[in-house]
């Protein structure tokens, strides 16, 4: 077989299926370069999920003849001004974006020379260009881009639908327009519009406008820097969690990315406070010197390689558990709106109960409801009232004095009764809170035995004959480097020669059925994977979280006013008691500016 040289179309071709897999990352190359060229507006249109159509009018910087030409040639760049690699300050910089395209498609591109003030066009179909014409075009650069894969009838077989290749092209624009939040951002599609994002001086308002003002009302700013790293942005609270984890938004040095590590890092920080199916929504933004981190691991630039990885992580997951922390008390106010519109009065429906009920009806359930449980509190004080309370006497006079006086600083209030053997009803100086008393018990026992492992550490359970796992040379020896950690939480490992561990003892609390190989494996699996051995971690507390539900007061137990006032006080001193291991609230609450709305008052 003879050796031949590729020609260039068929090189720019196979490296089309890598940078431009699908329209969305066309899509992306060419807002990018739109960017680069400091345009401060940018139309996007698209048809048939661009697979028909994708139209890129900017305001940039324009290009002249010369480099028009030379912008369809394979790595021709007029970004990467230095040989260096590690000083890359343009999202583009390997030159390959508009040849590969215009390899796959038809594309045409018209631009204004800002500085010689004339307007060019050219046009390339399959990777043959056309001459280069004078053309009339104001200001900036359109691109268009029409057929693509046309010239690749196999990759032209594996496009998506319609539906799908649209929601990948919003999604990066999306993405895009929130790390540029000072550029106006337009989409169409099939000629209806679809975003419209005017430019804005900060980035909040920007996701604010993105993601909703639910989100910009149930965030937390996350800010944290260590060395010459810096993070921030926003993340959801623990309380206001979506099915997937698409609405994870990272960016690094400004550059959207998609990383395992990154989004193994808010796993790990919301673990302990969202069940496994349940994801933040988060948007967080990481800086640090060109230099640290290697952008040039994949074409499309999606993933990234830190120098400093573990550094990277520990400071994300430890400002976001911060936040978690900080904000653990606070349950999303988007579960209040639920409330608030479960609420609405009935009588605005036609087939709601007719209001008003009379004076007398209104007060007979609670009185009724007070006495009921009077036999069982054992008659204490708070209840007291109850039997001689007189018809025309508001309801509300359960007392609890001691708390009633300094009410202000217990933010859960007062306890003044329980519904349905599961709900307590507190009141606070702002309004009041309905409890879930199941959840928050789950939650302050989860604490508990955490607090319990960190004084006294994990219990391990010696194996009398070791378990010996083989594995190779590489495995073993990063799995040892962890050695430390595991050891802390119970796992017990050593070498054991030509790769081989030999496993000593394990958590008491993983039980006596536990499968050691499988755990060995999947922690060799993260850890060749992510660096770092959280399975571990992660299965103990998951345990610990049901044993934690196992052990809480199950709804349906009666509790006097006294022992519901201690559950409050324990919740408040409790760190993310607002929500229960699953990442369920454990109260909502109604201001009295709500109630009063419910009750069209103001
Ligand atoms: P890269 O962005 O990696 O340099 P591209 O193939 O995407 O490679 O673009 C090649 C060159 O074409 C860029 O370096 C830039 O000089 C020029 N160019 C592309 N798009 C635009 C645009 N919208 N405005 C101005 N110049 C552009
Ligand atoms: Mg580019």
């Known amino acids: 077989m003879q050796i031949r040289y590729l020609p260039e179309t068929l090189i720019n071709q196979i490296a089309a299926g890598e940078v431009v897999e699908r329209p969305s990352a066309a899509v992306k190359e060419l807002i990018e370069n739109a960017l680069d060229a400091g345009a401060s507006a940018i139309d996007i249109d698209i048809f048939e999920g661009g697979k028909e159509k994708i139209i890129i009018n900017d305001n940039g910087c324009g290009m002249d003849k010369e480099d028009l030409v030379a912008a369809l040639d394979r790595h021709a760049t007029s970004k990467l001004p230095g040989d260096d690699l ?26 204004h020379d800002s500085k010689g003030g004339e307007s060019w066009q050219i046009t390339c179909e399959g990777g043959k260009k056309s001459g280069i014409m004078p053309c009339a075009h104001p200001k900036g650069t359109r691109v268009e881009v029409k057929d693509l894969f046309y010239a690749t009838p196999a990759r032209l077989k594996f496009q998506k639908s319609e539906r799908a290749e649209y929601g990948a092209v919003k999604d990066i624009v999306t993405r895009l327009a929130m790390v540029n939040p000072q550029v106006a951002f337009k989409l169409t599609h099939n000629g209806d519009r679809k975003l419209h994002l005017p430019a804005m001086l900060e980035g909040r308002a920007r996701l604010s406008s993105i993601l909703g003002r639910d989100f910009g009302e ?13 993070l921030t942005g926003f993340a959801s609270l623990p309380t206001y969690h979506r099915g997937s984890s698409t609405f994870q938004y990272m960016f690094v040095n400004g ?10 890092c808010i796993r790990a920080a919301y673990a302990d406070v969202l069940h496994r199916d349940r994801h933040p929504v988060v948007a967080l933004f990481l800086d640090l010197p060109s230099d640290e981190v290697d952008v040039n691991v994949h074409p499309a630039k999606a993933e990234v390689r830190f120098r400093d990885a573990q550094s990277v992580r520990s400071l994300i997951i430890n400002a976001l558990k911060q936040a978690i922390h900080h904000h653990g008390q606070i349950t999303a106010t988007s579960n209040t709106d639920i409330t608030m519109r479960t609420f609405r009065p009935s009588s605005y429906t036609s087939s709601g109960p007719s209001l008003p009920l009379s004076r007398s009806s209104q007060k007979a359930v609670p009185m009724q409801y007070q006495q009921h449980h009077m036999a069982d509190s054992g008659g204490n004080t708070a209840f007291a009232l109850a039997p001689q309370a007189r018809a025309d006497e508001i309801p509300g006079v359960i007392e609890t004095p001691e708390i009633d006086q300094k009410i202000e600083q217990y933010p859960l209030g007062a306890a003044r009764a329980q519904l349905h053997e599961n709900y307590i009803v507190a009141q606070t100086t702002q309004g009041m809170v309905i409890i879930d008393q199941h959840a928050a018990h789950e939650r302050l026992v989860y604490e508990k035995f955490k607090n319990q492992i960190a004084e006294n550490g994990i219990e391990k359970q010696g194996l009398l004959t070791p378990e010996i796992i083989e594995l190779d040379d590489t495995q073993s020896s990063k799995l040892l480097e962890h050695a430390e950690t595991l050891n802390k939480l119970g796992l017990e490992i050593e070498p054991f020669g030509n790769g081989a561990l030999a496993v000593q003892s394990v958590p008491v609390l993983l039980g006596h059925k536990i499968n050691i190989k499988r755990l060995v494996y999947d922690l060799v699996d993260e850890v060749l994977d992510r660096d770092t051995a959280q399975t571990l971690e992660e299965r103990i507390n998951h345990i610990l979280s049901t044993m934690a539900c196992h052990g809480s007061v199950r709804s349906g137990r009666r509790m006097n006013i006294p022992e519901m006032n201690a559950l409050l006080r324990q919740m408040e001193e409790t760190p993310l008691s607002g929500q229960c291991n699953h990442g369920r609230p454990t109260y909502i609450s109604l201001s009295l500016k709500e109630i009063e709305k419910l009750f069209s008052r103001s």
Request: proline share 0%; glycine share 6%.
């Open 218 to 230: 149930n965030s937390m700013d996350i800010e944290a820097h260590r060395e010459n790293i810096t």
């Open 255 to 264: 550059r959207t990315v998609k990383d395992k590590l990154l989004h193994g």
């Open 86 to 111: 590690l000083n890359i300050s343009h999202l583009g910089f390997r030159g390959e974006a508009l040849a590969s395209i215009s390899s796959v498609a038809k594309v045409s591109i018209q631009t």
